[in-house]
């Protein structure tokens, strides 16, 4: 049995968290400061409260960061002398994931890039692309569960590289999908524009249906990742417009953009 400390347990870090408990591992976390929210989801996935993060660190050999992208560096920086395995699986820029690598392991923590692609394990198999020394410790956790463990014979920064590559077009379209519906929209030719689309592109409106459903309940989540892959393509001589324009529609009120 391996304990494992989830820092913060989110839809996503929660439904991971009850996946490795199922599989028989430990799994502690922190209450301090978390919404009544991840208070219940917490308590319905069977987590110990570890009372303090120097506690955590200390009780752990593995510690899973999945939280919000504009956070993880933060957290990364919080982080207690640690000599276990430290995973980001946020939704980072590559270089992003190379400055926390350096933060935990300047704490004596071994560094794994992590990058999640798909949805919670829940309802449904998410991959998990790792990459670092110790890539195959982590994946080995994930044995007969949901999660699928992609390891990468690169070194940290990879996985963040895939999953931004892979999220810059599944949330990058949706969100020019959404951005081209409030053109048609305010331009009072949505409904020509849709009678169109159903006859030379009869895909797009259900999508674009779908990125406003997910916009309503995601988009707060999703402008700091966009933000992320805008930093990472400019990393790359790369435009980082698309993706900013991205940032900005997801930042819009939930509703209808």
């Not at 660190?57 to 982080?79: G, K, T, Y």
Request: with cysteine.
């Amino acid at each position: 049995m391996t304990t494992v400390g989830i820092l913060h347990p989110g839809e996503m870090g929660a439904a991971f968290g009850a996946v490795l408990r199922d599989a028989g591992h430990s799994v502690l976390w922190l209450s301090t400061e978390r919404s009544d929210a991840t208070q219940v989801r917490a308590a319905e996935a069977g987590f110990e409260d570890a009372g303090s993060l120097a506690a955590l660190a200390e009780r752990c050999d593995i510690i899973l960061s999945i939280c919000p992208p504009h956070a993880a560096l933060d957290l990364a920086r919080a982080l207690p002398p640690f000599t276990g395995v430290f995973v980001d699986a946020n939704a980072i820029a590559p270089e992003t994931a190379r400055r926390v690598d350096k933060t935990v392991t300047a704490r004596g923590a071994s560094f794994v890039d992590g990058g999640i692609v798909g949805s919670p394990p829940t309802s449904a198999e998410p991959r998990l692309f790792l990459a670092g020394a110790d890539a195959t410790q982590v994946a080995a956790l994930f044995a007969g569960t949901p999660v699928q463990p992609r390891v990468l014979s690169g070194p940290p920064g990879d996985a963040s590289a895939v999953k931004c590559a892979f999220a810059a077009w599944t949330k990058g379209s949706g969100a020019l999908l959404l951005a081209i519906r409030a053109f048609a929209r305010a331009e009072a030719v949505e409904a020509s524009l849709l009678e169109e689309w159903a006859v030379s592109l009869p895909e797009l409106e259900p999508r674009s249906d779908a990125a406003q459903r997910s916009a309503d309940t995601k988009g707060w989540r999703w402008t700091g990742e966009m933000e992320e892959i805008a930093s990472a393509f400019e990393a790359q001589g790369l435009p980082r417009g698309f993706h900013e324009a991205a940032a900005e529609i997801y930042r819009r009120p939930s509703g209808r953009n």
